[in-house]
């Protein structure tokens, strides 16, 4: 398995397991993918040409374009987007309603659907959950610290078991899916309280009862119902 993800696993999982308040190991090993994704795109990736020819053809997301332009490196955007807008441009130039051999709305469309950083984000994650499901399936000291992470999210729970499905023997996988049971639903089980409690706190019978861990239960709510992905 590749050690370039293998040692990111136990880094981001240790510290999960000492900090409850990490929360998801696999959504900030998600957000570091993004991180080294933005940072090479405005760095070191940026004058490739085999790169530059991806992005002019993929382009950004809303969302990823955003966070790059809160970045420092604003120049490496604008020459990325320059030369983005460049290719687009070449493509209508002829025809402003028909890009050589199909619509320009296809054209439009197609950037509606791509993204680049995203696309790397994906691909770099497979690799990842693959060598969780590796680590886990060799190292019985990594199945202790999966047991004591604080929770996982929905999504990538989700995408554990998939893994874990195609990846796993029918004995392990019924093993894997029962300790990454054991993480989610007692997790999953202490929410649904804590939310209940907030509800309840604006009625005016609670009001001077304790918040308890009730307080950011919408926010944690959020985060394990659709994960805590992206860069701040």
Not at 61 to 84: D, Q
Not at 202 to 216: C, H, I, L, Q, V
Request: with cysteine; proline share 5%.
């Amino acid at each position: 398995m590749e050690q370039i993800y293998t040692i990111p696993i136990n880094e981001h999982f240790d510290a999960a397991a000492k900090d409850p308040s990490c929360g998801c190991p696999l959504c900030s090993l998600t957000r570091m993918l993004e991180e080294n994704e933005i940072d090479l795109i405005l760095g070191a990736s940026m004058m490739e040409p085999e790169v530059r020819i991806k992005t002019n053809r993929e382009g950004f997301c809303e969302l990823h374009s955003r966070i790059m332009f809160t970045r420092k490196n604003r120049l490496g955007m604008a020459l990325t987007l320059e030369s983005h807008l460049d290719e687009l441009r070449k493509e209508v130039r002829d025809n402003p309603l028909l890009v050589p051999g199909f619509p320009a709305r296809q054209r439009i469309s197609s950037l509606e659907e791509t993204c680049y950083v995203c696309r790397r984000i994906a691909g770099n994650y497979e690799h990842l959950t693959e060598n969780l499901i590796y680590i886990w399936q060799n190292d019985p000291g990594f199945r202790e610290k999966f047991l004591k992470q604080p929770y996982f999210c929905l999504p990538h729970w989700k995408a554990m078991l998939e893994k874990a499905k195609i990846r796993l023997s029918r004995k392990e996988n019924a093993e894997f899916v029962r300790a990454a049971s054991s993480v989610v639903l007692p997790y999953f089980d202490s929410l649904r309280e804590d939310i209940s409690w907030f509800c309840k706190k604006f009625d005016y019978r609670y009001a001077d009862e304790p918040w308890g861990n009730s307080k950011d239960s919408v926010d944690r709510a959020i985060k394990f119902l659709r994960g805590d992905f992206h860069t701040k």
